[in-house]
Each structure stands twice: as C-alpha cells, then as structure tokens.
T-cell receptor, first 116, second 115 residues
Framework: AQKVTQAQTEISVVEKEDVTLDCVYE???????LFWYKQPPSGELVFLIR??????QNEISGRYSWNFQKSTSSFNFTITASQVVDSAVYFC?????????????FGGGTRLMVKP | DAGITQSPRHKVTETGTPVTLRCHQT?????MYWYRQDPGHGLRLIHY???????DKGEVSDGYSVSRSKTEDFLLTLESATSSQTSVYFC??????????????FGQGTRLTVV
C-alpha cells in the first residue's frame, strides 16, 4: 500500500520568509511519481510539479524548489521569499508506475498562511 | 487550463436520495477519476475509468457507482446519499499511464451537502 504523510497541518509565516513543506512517502514500487498540488482559497487544484523516482535531481522554478531524496523517502517543497499569494493548502501526492492510469495517493495537506 | 467541467458545482440533497455528479472533458483523455476531499484526509480516490465502459474501484468506493458511456463524460452516482458523503468531489483526467505517467488535471470541484 502507498502512503503519503504531510506532518505539518498548518504553517504560518510572515511575507518574505522562506518556508519548507515536508512530504514523506511510502511505496513498494521501484518506479513511482511524486507530485505537488496547490489549492488556493478559491478551491481549485493547481498542478505544480511531477518528479520521477529515477530522477533525483532537485528542481527550481522561480521562488519554488523541490528536494527529492530517495534515501529518506522525502520530497520537500521550499518557497523562497514567500508572498501573500502563496497562501493555500499544498498537497503532496504519489502514483505508482503500475497503476492503471494516474491514481494518486494524497497526503493530508499543509495549510500555508503568509501574513503581510 | 485543461477542459474539465463539473456539474453541478453545489448541491444540497436529503438523506436517502440518489445523486448524480457529472464530469465532462474536452481533452479526449483516456483516464478519468473521481476523488473526494475531506479535512485531514487530503483527496481519496473513489472510482476511476480507463476507457469507455471500463471502470474500477478506488480506495473509498462503497456507496458510489460510476458510468462512462462516452470518452468525454464520467458520471458519479451516490445510490442513496448519507451524511458521511457530505464532501467536496473532484473529477480529474490524465492522458497516459505506466512509465509514461503524466500529471492529472482537476476540475473545479462539486460541494455536496447531505442533510
């Protein structure tokens, strides 16, 4: 069975602070995919990133960066110089390569509040 | 943005009544999914479809059925709604599977309240 744990249920920071959202996963698959989604107050789910298990290279996109470490089964997400618009619930998710389609196992989500 | 439309967006229904939620896509993607979102649980898979008339159960399928008669439409039916099915329901689509796995795109969600 697959499992995704986001231990931080809520994080509050002041604008311009850096913040890291933790994600730990469990899977028996040798090939799998990890995702981050953002859910702003308006409620839609916005895709942020997909990472393949065989590619441990970290990724940076603007103020966002992701640290994937297979040794610790973690896929952490860092926002640099946070902004009020980053306030949202962030979900980490996992999909196995043998799934029929892209069936995602989600973590419980981390609510990020960025205060001005 | 991926062309996914959920209807209705909001619904209040009474316990014991059947309810059908509709997901319509314009992307011609093979795979479609229904998830429910509840506080503390993230999103959990209810049912999914891997083609017309091809569906299977997800993690929380009890009390739900689905149908897919056309590529573009995926219906979720609550056979006899219960208060525990009060939730936000999301439809998602994705294009490929296996080692060519791609991201799933989500609809806007349907907020269902069972009273």
């Amino acid at each position: 069975a697959q499992k995704v744990t986001q231990a931080q249920t809520e994080i509050s920071v002041v604008e311009k602070e850096d913040v890291t959202l933790d994600c730990v996963y469990e899977t028996r698959d040798t090939t799998y995919y990890l995702f981050w989604y953002k859910q702003p107050p308006s409620g839609e789910l916005v895709f942020l990133i997909r990472r393949n298990s065989f590619d441990e290279q970290n990724e940076i996109s603007g103020r966002y960066s992701w640290n994937f470490q297979k040794s610790t089964s973690s896929f952490n997400f860092t926002i640099t110089a946070s902004q009020v618009v980053d306030s949202a619930v962030y979900f980490c998710a996992l999909s196995g390569a043998n799934n029929a389609g892209n069936m995602l196992t989600f973590g419980g989500g981390t609510r990020l509040m960025v205060k001005p | 943005d991926a062309g996914i439309t959920q209807s209705p967006r909001h619904k209040v229904t009474e316990t014991g009544t059947p309810v059908t939620l509709r997901c319509h896509q314009t992307e011609n993607h093979r795979y479609m999914y229904w998830y429910r979102q509840d506080p503390g649980h993230g999103l959990r898979l209810i049912h999914y479809s891997y083609g017309v008339k091809d569906t299977d159960k997800g993690e929380v399928s009890d009390g739900y059925s689905v149908s897919r008669s056309k590529t573009e439409d995926f219906l979720l039916t609550l056979e006899s709604a219960t208060s525990s099915q009060t939730s936000v329901y999301f439809c998602a689509i994705s294009a490929l599977s296996g080692h060519l796995n791609t991201e799933a795109f989500f609809g806007q969600g349907t907020r269902l309240t069972v009273v």
